[in-house]
């Protein structure tokens, strides 16, 4: 959560009065954008309970001091997601067997979502926090 704090701490001055599609999503850096002279900062949750609790508290906390700057701050909760690291079978097999869709999510269904946030489609949304977990959270 320290990162995101970092990048909260910085960004909010470049984004002051922007113009155009200017963000951030604070894991991996990148840029994205928001239109109609607002700004949008997706936060991307990690492993760790007390870091997932930190950067949702953060989350709320940022876009609810930010709003009035016309910056919408959200995150994004990924579950199990399957990528070039997640290489260990019995865990990827146990995480698809309890997720309601049955398979593990892709890093492009993260992305999906961290550019729905930033898209002008989400311009009404802030502070809320995202699970991308196909259905997990809802099954108890």
């Known amino acids: 959560a320290r990162g995101e704090a970092l990048v909260l701490g910085e960004h909010p001055h470049r984004l002051r009065g922007a113009h ?10 990148e840029h994205v954008g928001q239109p109609f002279g607002s700004a949008a ?7 760790g309970a007390a870091a997932k609790a930190a950067v949702v508290n ?3 906390s940022a876009a609810q001091a930010l709003a009035g700057e016309a910056i919408l701050v959200n995150c994004v909760a990924p579950g199990a997601i399957a990528t070039e690291r997640a ?5 990827l097999e146990e995480r698809r067997k309890v997720v309601p869709l049955r398979r593990l999510g892709t890093p492009e269904d993260v992305a999906g979502a961290v ?26």
């Not at 155009?20 to 850096?29: D, K, S, Y």
């Not at 900062?41 to 492993?47: F, N, P, S, W």
């Not at 290489?87 to 865990?91: I, K, L, N, S």
């Open 41 to 47: 900062l997706v936060l991307v949750v990690r492993t």
């Open 20 to 29: 155009e599609q200017v963000g951030g999503v604070a894991a991996p850096g």
């Open 87 to 91: 290489t260990e079978d019995a865990w």
């Open 58 to 60: 953060l989350t709320r």
């Open 115 to 140: 550019l729905f946030l930033s898209s002008a489609q989400a311009s009404w949304i802030t502070g809320q926090t995202l699970p991308i977990d196909g259905g997990f959270t809802v099954s108890g």
